[in-house]
């Protein structure tokens, strides 16, 4: 499936906090001007109830993703072998998390996916892919629960970013990367690192966590879903590409058309977290349809 779109028209910046009131994304979706705790958006300064625990996340998390971290975790995941559930069980079983990262939201998992993928089925009817993509663009948060090994939070969420290259000093909290061992191992330190210019960034590993694992659940259960939607699964919490364009040398041709994509799920990812309830059974029914068509019924975890 071949999609092209014109590049989006509205740019927000968070970091300045000038977010208008009422700023409208392209199909009418109105953005907050705070998010769930009257801050604004991914402000990791502003003093909050969960500030502390945000940057003892990244802390953590920037000492422990290293290449060979990364590589154990693609070949002991990347087997598919922990369970067989559907898409909706799976939604189901995420609903008892909070994600520890997000400095934006403390709700139970559904009410994001359900966020987004309706505040994009507004503005967007006719792209039913991208409906879904909203929905499951999460679902590799499972990773938390027993059942796929209770990984620690570190290991799942947050900002992702390449390893096997230098870490660029726009990824948030960056000063505690000179704990991680890739930091000054001089294969991994370079621009490069153990990449080429314009490889792709299918060739380039990630680190490890929900976006990478949901990834290549889709990928292996042989989706129906266009590349689009994987390049947004595998890469929506990439800020440091898709919000300060960092890594861009990395990318390929087809990488750059998708980037597009992502510019746009990103700003439904991010602003539609609010207070605001969705009726789950009301909307299941049309979410159910989407997964029938793109997926199968079982799926291999």
Not at 51 to 77: L, S
Not at 124 to 136: M, N, V
Not at 247 to 255: P, R, T
């Amino acid at each position: 499936m071949t999609i092209s779109i014109e590049q989006p028209q509205i740019e927000v910046e968070v970091e300045d906090k000038k977010v208008p009131r009422e700023l409208v994304l392209d199909g009418g979706f109105m953005v907050p001007e705070t998010n769930s705790f009257g801050h604004t958006f991914r402000d990791y300064d502003v003093e909050s109830e969960r500030k502390k625990a945000v940057e003892e996340f990244y802390r953590t998390n920037h000492i422990h993703q290293t290449y060979d971290f990364v590589t154990r975790m693609r070949e002991e995941y990347g087997k598919l072998d922990r369970v067989e559930m559907s898409i909706w069980e799976c939604i189901e079983l995420l609903n008892e998390f909070i994600d520890d990262s997000d400095p934006d939201l403390d709700e139970p998992q559904i009410e994001h996916l359900l966020q987004t993928a309706e505040a994009i089925r507004k503005d967007y009817p006719d792209e039913d892919w991208l409906h879904l993509t909203g929905l499951i663009h999460d679902l590799g948060k499972v990773l938390l629960h027993q059942n796929f090994g209770q990984l620690p939070q570190w290991a799942v969420v947050g900002d992702t970013f390449p390893v096997g290259c230098a870490f660029d000093e726009c990824n948030v909290h960056h000063k505690y990367f000179k704990e991680n061992p890739d930091y000054s191992n001089p294969k991994y330190n370079t621009k490069l690192g153990a990449y080429s210019e314009g490889c792709g960034l299918d060739n380039v590993l990630m680190s490890w966590g929900h976006d990478d694992y949901m990834y290549l659940v889709a990928k292996e259960n042989k989706t129906t879903l266009p590349s689009a939607a994987l390049f947004i699964i595998r890469y929506h919490s990439f800020y440091p590409l898709h919000k300060h364009g960092a890594y861009q040398y990395l990318m390929n041709d087809e990488d750059k058309e998708n980037l597009k994509w992502l510019h746009i799920f990103n700003k439904y990812d991010l602003y539609s977290k609010s207070k605001v309830r969705i009726d789950v059974e009301k909307v299941k029914p049309y979410y159910l349809s989407l997964i029938e068509k793109y997926f199968p019924v079982k799926l291999r975890w």
